[in-house]
């Protein structure tokens, strides 16, 4: 790939203009420039992730990972620089990619299924209305190279309270995608008596004493390389023992996943930004946990449970209690259980928010493959609002995995 900025671009009221042009045009509000290496705007992404607004998932060294070891590499990386067209100042970058999907170009987040979030890294906490949002997009999408539609999933309304700029778009819309997560405060001694459901809050502790009396119940951080292997480890087997179990698909079955989450941890040593917890009992271990921290949120990844280690106990409950108290003590502010409806969520006591798209299509093959996009999703919307449905479904797509296995 090019490692210059291909194309700039500049936005009036009116639409895109030239450079030349929006250099001498009182109404220019934004520029943006399309990058297609990380040489060219490292500095720039660095900048921002330190003095700006980011979330861990746009630290550069996990995006930058994604790019390196998880985009097709026949896809594009394409990264947009957005600056005020007027001074000059940067206002936000946007980490995307250009990918061949079934016979047709889709622009979509660089997520490649690891990112759980699409949020633009911005250089400050302006407040960003609907048109200074579809300002920026018409300046972004007059740098985009050819494509047959732009599919954006996983937008949340905020970014460490400031408006996501993307989920204000005229053009987005809600998606089917749920994201869940609990607020911290006070002392991590009382937390999950004062913010958790009763019945978890019971159910937890009665279970951490039942530990104690017998072989003692402790959450381990990796804070080694040498540890850090072994908890990955541990994690990749209880996650996929039990998804086997279940029948159902995980993204670490695919080597070059696995090969991402390993070299990441061992990476985020150095700054805390990726750890990897385990739930011991004894010399046992239960369970075994992969975060994201960033600004006072963690953000729950990947956990491996040993469900049959312990009868009548759930590891995967009292390492989420056990990390939430270990969050609050060093300082965590909020607890995010990542994307997913799943039923401990609630158990717990988290509260939910709707995630939203965006779904364009640019030419008549996008148009064809959007719609069917969106028939997918409105199915899916109203299986899941069935729950016996649901329950059926789930239960066949588990008995069509354990038979392909």
């Known amino acids: 790939m090019a490692s210059r900025a291909m194309q700039v671009a500049a936005m009036t009221d009116d639409g895109p203009v030239s450079p030349i042009a929006a250099s001498a045009g009182a109404g220019a509000r934004y520029t943006a420039r399309l990058h297609t290496s990380f040489e060219t705007v490292k500095p720039l992404w660095l900048q921002h992730q330190a003095d700006g607004v980011c979330t861990a998932h746009q630290h550069y060294a996990w995006v930058e990972g994604i790019a390196a070891r998880l985009m097709p590499k026949s896809a594009d990386l394409l990264v947009i620089e957005v600056s005020d067209a007027a001074t000059g100042a940067p206002a936000m ?30 250089a400050d906490a302006r407040a960003w209305t609907r048109q200074s949002a579809d300002a920026v997009w018409a300046a972004v999408r007059a740098v985009l190279p050819p494509a047959d539609r732009i599919h954006i999933a996983g937008i949340p309304q905020q970014i460490h309270g400031v408006a996501n700029p993307l989920a204000l778009l ?41 530990f104690e009396r017998r072989v003692g119940l402790a959450l381990v951080e990796a804070d080694t390389p040498a540890l850090t292997e072994e908890l990955f480890d541990t ?55 992969y975060v994201l921290t960033r600004k006072g949120t963690l953000h729950t990844l990947l956990l491996g449970i040993d469900q049959n280690a312990v009868a009548n106990v759930s590891p995967g409950l009292t390492t989420m209690g056990k990390l939430m108290m270990w969050a609050r003590g060093h300082g965590f502010d909020y607890f995010d259980l990542s994307v997913g409806s799943q039923g ?38 109203y299986v899941r609002s069935n729950p016996r449905l649901l329950k059926t479904v789930r239960s066949l797509m588990s008995r069509l995995r354990r038979l392909k296995d």
């Open 93 to 122: 970058l946007l980490p995307l990619m250009r990918r061949r999907a079934r016979g047709h170009h889709v622009i979509e987040w660089l997520s490649c299924r690891v990112c759980d979030y699409s949020v633009p890294l911005l």
């Open 170 to 210: 005229s053009v987005v819309r809600d998606s089917i995608q749920i994201t869940s997560g609990l607020v911290l405060h006070g002392e991590p001694e009382t937390l999950i008596k004062r913010i958790c459901k009763p019945s978890f809050a019971k159910t937890f502790h009665k279970q951490c004493r039942a």
């Open 235 to 289: 994690l990749l087997e209880l996650r996929l023992r039990r998804f086997r179990e279940l029948g159902r698909f995980d993204l670490l079955t695919q080597a070059p996943v696995v090969d991402f989450y390993r070299h990441a941890a061992l990476q985020g040593l150095s700054d805390g930004s990726v750890r990897l917890f385990g739930l011991r009992a004894g010399e046992a271990w239960l369970a075994s946990i």
């Open 344 to 381: 401990y969520k609630e158990h717990i006591g988290a509260a939910s928010s709707v995630l939203a798209e965006i779904c364009e299509p640019i030419t008549l093959r996008g148009r064809a493959a959007n719609a069917a996009i969106l028939l997918s999703s409105g199915t899916e919307r």
